[in-house]
């Protein structure tokens, strides 16, 4: 099957702590997106990729990291410098950054901070 | 600048009638619009998308939404609402990058 894969899909993180969230993709796609969402808004994009070993920040990057190693993967690192983790993260891909292209999401990793 | 407006944070219909969603977006061009559907602790699920071809587009589940460039609209609707039509919709306009509505919760009464 292909698809996005995320991984936990719950994740607890103490205070001072980095931690990691995977996102693997088998679709072949190029472009891959990290968005988080809080209750009542719609998705803010924090890192976007166009191709392997580039990324972009997005809206809200501070706090956060990325690396883009393989094609079929984008892990985000939410740092200590994040104040407010607490989310629902969710992780994108799509054939190329061009406007029509459709996004395909994984299943999400909900962050809680101990 | 581009920008997307969902018109009603909350929604509630009762099984069988019909669903009306709405969405009113700003764009310098002629952008992509697409409605995507969210179930609790999911991840999205696209349900259509309209890039410059027929304006009425049809989606999954019975869904379609009319793109109305004079108004500057791309409603989303279902003639008749199921239980489990009961989630977050987001309408998204694709312009260089995603831009998201803050999303509908759509609630079906039985």
């Known amino acids: 099957d292909g698809g996005i894969t995320q991984s936990p899909k719950y994740l607890f993180r103490k205070e001072g702590q980095n931690v990691t969230l995977s996102c693997e993709q088998n679709?072949?796609?190029?472009?891959m997106y990290w968005y988080r969402q809080d209750p009542g808004q719609g998705l803010r994009l924090i890192y976007y990729?166009?191709?392997?070993?580039?990324?972009q920040k997005g809206d809200i990057a501070e706090g956060y990291s990325v690396s883009r190693e393989k094609k079929e993967s984008f892990p985000l690192t939410v740092t200590s410098a994040q104040k407010n983790p607490t989310a629902f993260y969710l992780c994108?891909?799509?054939?190329?950054?061009?406007?029509?292209?459709?996004?395909?999401f994984g299943p999400g990793t909900r962050l809680l901070v101990l | 600048a581009q920008s997307v407006t969902q018109l009603d944070s909350h929604v509630s219909v009762s099984e069988g009638t019909p669903v009306l969603l709405r969405c009113n977006y700003s764009s310098s061009y002629s952008p992509s619009l697409f409605w995507y559907v969210q179930h609790p602790n999911k991840g999205l699920q696209l349900l259509l998308k309209?890039?410059?071809?027929?304006?009425l587009v049809k989606g999954i589940n019975g869904f379609e939404a009319e793109f109305k460039k004079s108004e500057t609209s791309f409603h989303l609707t279902k003639p008749s609402a199921h239980m489990s039509d009961a989630a977050e919709y987001f309408c998204v306009v694709g312009y260089n990058k995603f831009y998201f509505g803050s999303g509908t919760k759509l609630n079906v009464k039985p």
């Open positions: 309209y890039t410059s071809a027929a304006t």
């Open positions: 994108a891909s799509s054939i190329g950054i061009r406007d029509q292209e459709t996004q395909y």
């Open positions: 990729s166009q191709i392997v070993n580039d990324f």
């Open positions: 679709l072949n796609h190029d472009a």
